[in-house]
């Protein structure tokens, strides 16, 4: 059927407003991205007992967005902003230089995945009270009966001293240490927190005072701090305190008196043996007196294994220190009864002195059970020790001799019964000194019987080793003086 064109003409345009109708309605408003919501807690605060709290917080917080996701964290402090995802925060809060006390401002906003910000950030105001350091020294006690090396109370200007630092507030609040020796009212030497303990060197031991050059204690690295303040030949205590960010200080707190020698000796005669022994004194006798009679009268003593209470009276607190009191002196003349503890104490504190070009004699006894291959001879002339037949004596009785090897030295008597000789091999660079008589079991050994030994510096002697007591071999004083007069002044040649 054919339309009239009238006709034709409204079926059009009632179809155009049915698809223009259709197209509105599936046309919608975009709705606007809304902006997330934050919320805020405190997590954990440490209180210090005052009504304020400590300067060292955890933050913990959350957000939720109603369109999106929470995307990030914007946090604002009154000195810093930052971003991050995380939900917490530590904070050590810096108060104002010279406050104590402080409001802390501390605000949170979520960003959402399309980079919204909360408008309304949460918020979280309330008082800081800054707390003061604590310090205090630390003074390990011994292992055992043993006395403690950690707290001599007599000893040459090199000194060790340990401590521990704190700070409720955090370890971040601490600011230095402070030291001060004898006046806490003169200039004091600041020194970095982290550190636990300093060794100090006295410069200049034959004055009235010295300053003192510092070493760090654990790492034992020379500072280019220096300390001042040391008096000598006299009683000192030494003083420190903890300051934190806010100079908030602790109290001064001393390490007690210490005695402090005065020495311009350039010799050190060291005696190892133990106070109970009877050779403790006699055989310091006897080294002293010699060593003046053959003129060598610059010398000077310590005292290793003497204590007092719980702890060594001169014995540095640990072996570098140690070591930095014996590389003051050219020459050491070293005697103590067990090889063991000798040894092992020598080989960690006189290498810096042999090093630096001193001289050393070393006299201690090697009983039947020492390691005849012990590393602890590593540092001497002796390469090992003999071991005697099974079952045999190994001595050397009164009237034995030791015998000279080295041109220019006395023969030597026995004056008393050795009852183990502890002959050695020497070293292949090493001299031999003296071969002893010793008895196997009814006759003389044929073996291997050097006692004494050393190593050369060209044609001197450096380090002289005698295994035994020398003082048992003073049957003739007239020898003897000239066993000393050749061996230190001759060939050691221990500075007069």
Same mark, same amino acid.
């Given at each position: 059927m054919i339309l009239p064109k009238k006709l034709i003409w409204i079926l059009c345009l009632l179809? =155009?407003?049915? *698809?223009?109708?259709?197209?509105?309605?599936?046309?919608?408003?975009?709705? $606007? !991205?809304?902006?997330?919501?934050? @919320?805020?807690?405190? %997590?954990?605060i440490r209180r210090t007992g005052s009504s304020r709290f400590?300067?060292?917080?955890?933050l913990?917080?959350?957000?939720?967005?109603?369109?999106?996701?929470?995307?990030? @964290?914007?946090?604002?402090?009154?000195? +810093?902003? *930052?971003?991050?995802?995380k939900q917490d925060t530590s904070l050590i809060i810096n108060l104002p230089a =010279?406050?104590?006390?402080? %409001?802390?401002?501390f605000q949170v906003q979520a960003i959402d995945n399309e980079g919204l910000a909360d408008p309304t950030p949460?918020?979280?105001?309330?008082?800081?009270?800054?707390?003061?350091?604590?310090? =205090?020294?630390?003074?390990?006690?011994?292992?055992?009966?043993?006395a403690s090396r950690s707290n001599p109370t007599y000893t040459f200007p090199v000194i060790k001293y340990s401590w521990n630092a704190s700070d409720p507030d955090g370890a971040a609040n601490l600011k230095y240490v402070e030291i001060v020796w004898n006046d806490t009212n003169r200039a004091s030497v600041h020194l970095d927190p982290i550190l636990s303990g300093i060794v100090m060197e006295g410069t200049?031991?034959?004055? %009235?005072?010295? /300053?003192?050059?510092?070493?760090?204690? /654990?790492?034992?690295?020379?500072?280019?701090?220096?300390?001042?303040?040391? +008096?000598?030949? $006299?009683? !000192?205590?030494? @003083?420190?305190? $903890?300051?934190?960010?806010?100079? $908030?200080? #602790?109290?001064?707190?001393?390490a007690g008196q210490v005695f402090l020698r005065k020495s311009s000796a350039?010799?050190?005669?060291?005696?190892?043996?133990?106070?109970?022994?009877?050779? @403790?004194?006699?055989?310091?006798? *006897?080294?002293? =007196?010699?060593?003046? #009679?053959?003129?060598?009268?610059?010398?000077?003593?310590i005292l290793l294994d003497e204590a007092k209470g719980n702890y060594y009276r001169q014995l540095s607190p640990d072996n570098f220190t140690q070591s930095l009191v014996f590389s003051h002196f050219k020459g050491i003349l070293w005697f103590g009864g067990n090889a063991d503890a000798d040894l092992a104490l020598g080989q960690q504190t006189l290498q810096n002195f042999l090093n630096n070009g001193g001289r050393l004699f070393f006299a201690t006894s090697i009983s039947r059970t020492f390691d005849a291959h012990s590393s602890l001879l590593e540092f001497t002339p002796v390469d090992s020790i003999v071991r005697p037949p099974a079952k045999s004596l190994f001595a050397i009785p009164t009237d034995y001799h030791l015998n000279p090897v080295r041109a220019g030295y006395p023969i030597l008597q026995s004056k008393k019964n050795t009852s183990y000789a502890g002959a050695f091999w020497q070293k292949q660079d090493a001299q031999v000194i003296y071969d002893a008589e010793i008895l196997e079991t009814d006759t003389f050994f044929k073996g291997k019987s050097t006692i004494m030994a050393s190593k050369a510096n060209g044609s001197d002697l450096s380090f002289v080793f005698?295994?035994?007591?020398? %003082?048992s071999y003073d049957y003739d004083p007239v020898k003897t003086l000239a066993l000393f007069r050749k061996l230190f002044v001759d060939d050691l040649k221990f500075p007069q």
């Open positions: 179809s =155009g407003l049915v *698809f223009d109708g259709c197209s509105t309605k599936n046309k919608g408003t975009a709705v $606007a !991205n809304k902006a997330p919501n934050t @919320y805020i807690v405190i %997590d954990t400590t300067s060292n917080v955890t913990r917080w959350w957000g939720t967005d109603p369109d999106g996701f929470v995307q990030n @964290y914007r946090i604002i402090t009154p000195d +810093k902003v *930052f971003t991050t995802p =010279g406050s104590d006390t402080f %409001d802390f401002k949460a918020q979280l105001s309330y008082p800081v009270k800054n707390s003061k350091p604590v310090i =205090g020294f630390s003074f390990p006690p011994g292992v055992g009966s043993a200049d031991w034959s004055g %009235d005072s010295t /300053s003192a050059r510092i070493y760090s204690g /654990s790492q034992q690295k020379l500072t280019q701090l220096v300390i001042s303040g040391m +008096k000598l030949n $006299a009683l !000192n205590t030494f @003083y420190i305190r $903890a300051v934190d960010q806010v100079q $908030a200080k #602790s109290k001064w707190i001393s350039k010799n050190l005669v060291v005696n190892n043996y133990v106070t109970s022994s009877f050779r @403790y004194t006699s055989s310091e006798k *006897f080294y002293l =007196g010699y060593l003046k #009679s053959a003129g060598i009268t610059s010398v000077d003593t005698f295994s035994g007591e020398l %003082d």
